[in-house]
């Protein structure tokens, strides 16, 4: 059996979005710039994609700005709020993503802000009432807080966050790549003024995402060199991802009881054989509650002196999964997320991630290996 368990990093993609692709990639090939006919009916692709993600959120077409990914859009969200808006405080976390944590390092080092982070309780969550001292002693920070952790699967109150951010005329920005397609997202519920999507974790292709950016929050483009994505990003645009990208959202929202259904009997099957199969086995942050993101399940395993070869027996045994974050996936620099809840570093972390296309077969497979593995070195 060959199991794929590292949906967190990315998703396969779905057969109907690449043929959703398929079109721009070969027939319509025309630059979207272009005034003629061949460039028209790209640009009126885009465009309908453009319409189809506003809708699926509940925005204006006008607030969505299609870019290479998360990462460009959080460093857009990021450094173009701070520096047009003359913004020397920001409020982070020390769970978030790497592309929102060395973005804001990277400012500070520059003398462009100062950083304070909330505080986290044991499993990893926000502690609100730190927020609010934090936004009272500095208001009108930026603030920046992911809606569901990536590794640990805890899920952030962005509602009330935005709440506190109104308060205290601040901007709210959200990395939400795990949770756009997962959950409804309705954007007319909580104030945010910049939010993050990236295809290629909703079986979308890869090298494509959409910054959202509230109609009442303007900043200047982040890459230049063209009037491209109405003057917001400089570059001809990457079609057929666009094309994919709201597919995939199609796709997923159509389904996405569905599929958290089914999600969740995975995840739970997981947790309870890994239970009863494996004594000592705990789980990280809050990922094996039902109220985590359903999607993500970090399990900390009992000591033993093999920790390193982990992944690596599992990759041996054809079962693909993450010690951590993916984006960090080359180095040997240990999770930061991990680190920051003060798990045990004696004790091996995995993180197993689901989609749709997995199956309970795969879930019994895997925790079996993983038994046979403890009990080999035992």
């Known amino acids: 059996m060959n199991v794929y368990f590292d949906n967190a990093a990315t998703t396969p993609l779905d057969p109907e979005v690449f043929e959703a692709m398929k079109p721009y990639m070969t027939e319509f090939y025309g630059n979207p710039s272009s005034i003629h006919s061949h460039g028209r009916r790209v640009r009126s692709a ?3 994609a453009r319409k189809t993600v506003a809708e699926l959120l509940n925005v204006s077409p006008a607030e969505i700005f299609f870019t290479s990914g998360g990462t460009e859009a959080d460093n857009t969200a990021i450094c173009r709020s701070v520096e047009s808006l003359n913004i020397k405080h920001a409020v982070t976390s020390a769970v978030e993503h790497h592309a929102v944590l060395h973005t804001l390092e990277t400012l500070e080092k520059a003398g462009k802000i100062k950083i304070s982070m909330v505080e986290l309780d044991q499993k990893g969550h926000l502690d609100y009432h730190h927020l609010e001292e934090l936004l009272h002693e500095n208001p009108k920070s930026l603030v920046s807080l992911m809606h569901a952790n990536n590794e640990i699967g805890n899920l952030a109150d962005i509602k009330r966050i935005s709440m506190l951010c109104y308060e205290y005329k601040s901007i709210f920005h959200s990395d939400t790549v795990q949770s756009i397609a997962h959950y409804r997202l309705d954007l007319q519920d909580f104030a945010a003024h910049c939010l993050v999507g990236s295809a290629h974790k909703f079986h979308g292709p890869k ?12 900043i ?61 086995v705990d789980f990280n942050g809050d990922s094996a509650s039902p109220l985590s993101l359903y999607t993500v399940l970090n399990v900390c395993l009992p000591p033993t002196e093999d ?72």
């Open 220 to 280: 200047p483009p982040y890459i230049m060199g063209g009037g491209q994505e109405r003057n917001m990003r400089g570059g001809t645009e990457n079609v057929y991802g666009i094309v994919g990208l709201a597919k995939a959202m199609e796709i997923a929202y159509d389904h996405l009881d569905q599929h958290e259904k089914h999600i969740r009997t995975l995840k739970k099957r997981m947790v309870q054989k890994l239970r009863d199969q494996l004594p000592g």
């Open 307 to 378: 920790n390193d070869m982990l992944l690596f027996n599992l990759d041996i045994n054809n079962i693909s999964a993450s010690g951590g974050s993916a984006c960090s996936s080359g180095s040997s620099v240990g999770s930061h997320v991990l680190e920051a809840i003060h798990s045990d570093p004696n004790r091996g972390a995995i993180r197993f991630s689901f989609s749709k296309f997995n199956k309970v077969e795969e879930v019994d497979y895997v925790v079996d290996k993983l038994a046979e593995l403890y009990s080999i070195k035992a």
């Open 46 to 48: 885009i465009e309908k």
């Open 207 to 218: 090298g494509i995402g959409f910054l959202y950016l509230n109609s009442d929050h303007k």
